[in-house]
């Protein structure tokens, strides 16, 4: 038993549905389970009727959601024939379902909203892809997720209850994959004990393919994605990136603790408990070999080069120039947590300490705020931090050159210096 996880940018045009459906024709005489995530950019235009809805902006909600409405069921029109009537109707009830919070008005908490509204992104993707399977002859079983997939009430970052999500995949799930072969529901969504759509935070939809893939027992899960496999670096900011074949647990959670959009350490943890290879796939061209990650010992990796733009330095000095002790930090560690900011660097002195986050506006608003008032604070916005993992001396030299450096660090492995 396998489970693949297509992301938004696999589906996003017609085309791209047709190349899923030829993909997983390929395995139509395997168990397999699917999680499809919204069609691109989908859950961003979700986000603004949201964003409409709770601030009393009824009617360009309204509207917002009425286009959303027909790229659906144009994308529908397009792809089905004798099965676009059956879609349309499930397409009907998930916009019904999201108009009837539409007309009225918001009275719990934005989360709260967020999580209704923007899961519908994936019900309605999910249900055109599977007609679109089934028309195509890849015989499928389409599930509503939040039918299996309990949380707490946690809006926008629920956490999953196990031992009731477990049951529900036992006596649901696996009936259906022994039987039916193919079994195509949603990421990034699920339900609490009230029935009230939640969300899993972010990159839900790969952390619910490694949930399932946990309590399947599965053989691998694959992530189809856009690229040809996990690369030491963002081709878009390093030209000479090269692909990574093979990766261990361990690495992929050091790089992305570091910065790099690989895969989030909480997609990793339920795939690591049972010794499960994760395949990063490409979807555009299935023959490459792509990256498999695992828990074997990986040698002779490249250097791993992680940019981080848009960067704000914080310095807090003790007002009286005593020393910053467990007090002060311990302090200043609540505040983080508070706010939800995890400082992507932190140096430490004896009257100072520095850290390093991305610039979000508001919160390093609140945290500067809070932290005056223990803590001289200055704040310096539009620097970048480099990050170099499996650093060589030529690789230093390389993407470090010319820069102003402001702090550095460096270990047996890692180099990271902030820069303007």
Known sequence: ?????????????????????????????????????????????????????????????????????????????????????????????????????????????????????????????????????????????????????????NFRDANVDWNYTQLQIDQQLKPLLETGGMVVTQGFIGATDENESTTLGREGSDYSAAVFANMLDAESQTIWKDVPSVMNADPREVADAVSISELNYTEVIEMAYYGAQVIHPKTIKPLQNKGIPLYVKCFLDPSLPGTVIHNKPVKELPPIIVIKK?????????????????????????????????????QNGAISLVCVFDNREDKISKLAGAAAEIFDVQLTPGLELLAIRHFSNESVVKYSCGKECLVKQRTQQNFRMLYR
């Not at 930090?329 to 660097?345: A, D, Q, V």
Request: negative net charge; aromatic residues 12%; proline residues 2%.
């Open 1 to 153: 038993m396998k489970v693949f996880k297509f992301g938004g940018a696999s589906i996003n045009t017609i085309e791209r549905i047709q190349n899923v459906k030829n993909i997983l024709k390929e395995y139509q005489n395997e168990k397999l389970l699917i999680i499809i995530s919204a069609m691109g950019k989908m859950t961003n235009a979700f986000e603004k009727v949201v964003d409409a809805f709770y601030n009393e902006r009824n009617e360009e909600a309204l509207s917002l959601f009425e286009k959303i409405k027909k790229d659906h069921i144009t994308t529908a029109k397009y792809l089905l024939v004798t099965h676009y009537l059956p879609c349309e109707a499930q397409l009907k009830n998930f916009f019904t379902e999201a108009e009837w919070l539409l007309h009225d008005k918001p009275v719990q908490s934005y989360d709260y909203y967020y999580d209704q509204l923007v899961c519908i992104g994936e019900l309605l993707s999910t249900t055109i892809v599977s007609f679109y399977l089934n028309e195509m002859k890849v015989n499928n079983t389409w599930v509503d997720v939040r039918d299996i997939i309990r949380t707490d009430n």
């Open 310 to 346: 848009n960067q704000v330095m914080m310095e807090l000095k003790s007002k009286d120039f005593s020393f910053v002790g467990e007090e002060h930090t311990g302090t200043l560690y609540h505040l983080f947590e508070k706010l939800s900011m995890r400082p992507n660097l932190t």
